[in-house]
């Protein structure tokens, strides 16, 4: 437990750091006039693919890419599809994230409190009610339309699988991809930072609290599934003590820590608790439209099987075919409700 919250509080002050809990920052990102969370995006999941890389070649440990969400609807992916593009939307609604939101709270920043509040009803509903019946229906359409051969049809889970390369090999080469265009941002749109750290550094510190949790963890950073933890207790406690009793609460110890390390931040770096861009002329991300946000960024997460940080920087670090078609939705989705409602 205390490594999950150890974990945590390296992640959040990370975060903090990197001015990316910011919703400033996550609203000009998502109607493209500052690239400030893209940049700090690439360099932390580029560090981190490297980073990944280099401890399974060593053999130090071995992790899973992550497999595809389904819901049995059109595609193997359309899990990944969906739910990131509800997760995009309620980043474009609350200007936050499943995992800034807890950072949001650490920073003191009025919205987290009500996109958190949003969260949590999400978990309950996906918990109590959209979870269970999606994996039913999830069961049945296996069962409805079974393959020829009888046998499990065994997909590509990775980008290397398809190019037909090596791991490692792949991993050099998408670290270099996102170098580059973090280069090419710097020199033709450098993004303004409200961060105590300029965002490619604070990209390495998302890196590090990477390598954090795999040295004392033996896994990969994500926060969505406290919210599922929330809802699982909730429904718990509804059903009766003679229901069986979640087991799982690590993510939720996890983020509690997140919320102490940007709490904690501003008395290593006093500047964390200045900003130092003055806030572009927007109407305030009000109550009603955080919690909104909220259940989007639950609700899209669960469906999706990650968040902005278990697939865009652990399942890309993964080279996990998944997590780049959730990035995809997430950005996608957030760009178009951006766009439509003028946010």
Request: glycine share 14%.
């Given at each position: 437990?205390?490594?999950?919250?150890?974990?945590g509080a390296v992640f959040g002050a990370a975060l903090r750091a990197s001015g990316v809990h910011e919703p400033a920052i996550i609203a000009s990102q998502l109607n493209a006039t500052n690239w400030h969370m893209v940049q700090t995006f690439l360099a932390g999941s580029g560090t981190s693919v490297l980073l990944v890389a280099l401890?399974?070649?060593?053999?130090?440990?071995?992790?899973?890419?992550?497999?595809?969400?389904?819901?049995?609807?059109?595609?193997?992916?359309?899990?990944?599809?969906?739910?990131?593009?509800?997760?995009?939307?309620?980043?474009?609604?609350?200007?936050?994230?499943?995992?800034?939101?807890?950072?949001?709270?650490?920073?003191?920043?009025?919205?987290?409190?009500?996109?958190?509040?949003?969260?949590?009803?999400?978990?309950m509903v996906w918990s109590g009610i959209l979870g269970p019946a999606l994996k039913k229906r999830t069961k049945t359409a296996v069962v409805d339309k079974p393959n020829k051969t009888n046998r499990p049809q065994l997909a590509q889970l990775t980008i290397f699988e398809y190019l037909g390369a090596s791991g490692f090999s792949t991993?050099?080469?998408?670290?270099?991809?996102?170098?580059?265009?973090?280069?090419?941002?710097?020199?033709?749109?450098?993004?303004?930072?409200?961060?105590?750290?300029?965002?490619?550094?604070?990209?390495?510190?998302?890196?590090?609290?990477?390598?954090?949790?795999?040295?004392?963890?033996?896994?990969?950073?994500?926060?969505?599934?406290?919210?599922?933890?929330?809802?699982?207790?909730?429904?718990?406690?509804?059903?009766?003590?003679?229901?069986?009793?979640?087991?799982?609460?690590?993510?939720?110890?996890?983020?509690?820590?997140?919320?102490?390390?940007?709490?904690?931040?501003?008395?290593?770096?006093?500047?964390?608790?200045?900003?130092?861009?003055?806030?572009?002329?927007?109407?305030?991300?009000?109550?009603?439209?955080?919690?909104?946000?909220?259940?989007?960024?639950?609700?899209?997460?669960?469906?999706?099987?990650?968040?902005?940080?278990?697939?865009?920087?652990?399942?890309?670090?993964?080279?996990?075919?998944?997590?780049?078609?959730?990035?995809?939705?997430?950005?996608?989705?957030?760009?178009?409700?951006?766009?439509?409602?003028?946010?």
């Amino acid at each position: 437990m205390f490594d999950d919250f150890l974990t945590g509080a390296v992640f959040g002050a990370a975060l903090r750091a990197s001015g990316v809990h910011e919703p400033a920052i996550i609203a000009s990102q998502l109607n493209a006039t500052n690239w400030h969370m893209v940049q700090t995006f690439l360099a932390g999941s580029g560090t981190s693919v490297l980073l990944v890389a280099l401890i399974q070649r060593l053999g130090y440990l071995r992790l899973k890419p992550r497999d595809y969400s389904s819901l049995g609807l059109f595609a193997r992916c359309d899990g990944n599809i969906l739910g990131g593009l509800l997760l995009g939307a309620g980043m474009a609604l609350s200007g936050s994230c499943p995992g800034t939101v807890f950072v949001q709270l650490g920073a003191g920043i009025p919205s987290g409190f009500y996109t958190l509040a949003g969260c949590v009803l999400g978990g309950m509903v996906w918990s109590g009610i959209l979870g269970p019946a999606l994996k039913k229906r999830t069961k049945t359409a296996v069962v409805d339309k079974p393959n020829k051969t009888n046998r499990p049809q065994l997909a590509q889970l990775t980008i290397f699988e398809y190019l037909g390369a090596s791991g490692f090999s792949t991993a050099l080469g998408l670290t270099a991809l996102f170098a580059a265009i973090v280069a090419i941002i710097s020199l033709f749109a450098p993004p303004q930072t409200r961060g105590v750290v300029w965002p490619i550094a604070g990209g390495f510190l998302i890196a590090i609290a990477q390598m954090v949790s795999i040295l004392i963890r033996n896994k990969l950073l994500g926060t969505s599934m406290s919210f599922e933890e929330a809802g699982a207790y909730f429904c718990w406690v509804i059903k009766g003590r003679d229901s069986p009793k979640p087991g799982s609460y690590g993510t939720t110890v996890l983020t509690a820590g997140m919320i102490a390390g940007a709490l904690l931040l501003p008395l290593i770096a006093t500047s964390a608790s200045v900003t130092t861009l003055t806030p572009p002329i927007r109407d305030p991300i009000w109550p009603i439209r955080a919690m909104v946000g909220g259940i989007l960024l639950a609700l899209g997460s669960r469906m999706g099987g990650g968040c902005t940080s278990g697939h865009g920087i652990s399942g890309v670090s993964l080279l996990s075919v998944s997590s780049f078609i959730s990035v995809v939705a997430m950005f996608g989705g957030g760009m178009a409700v951006a766009i439509l409602c003028g946010l």
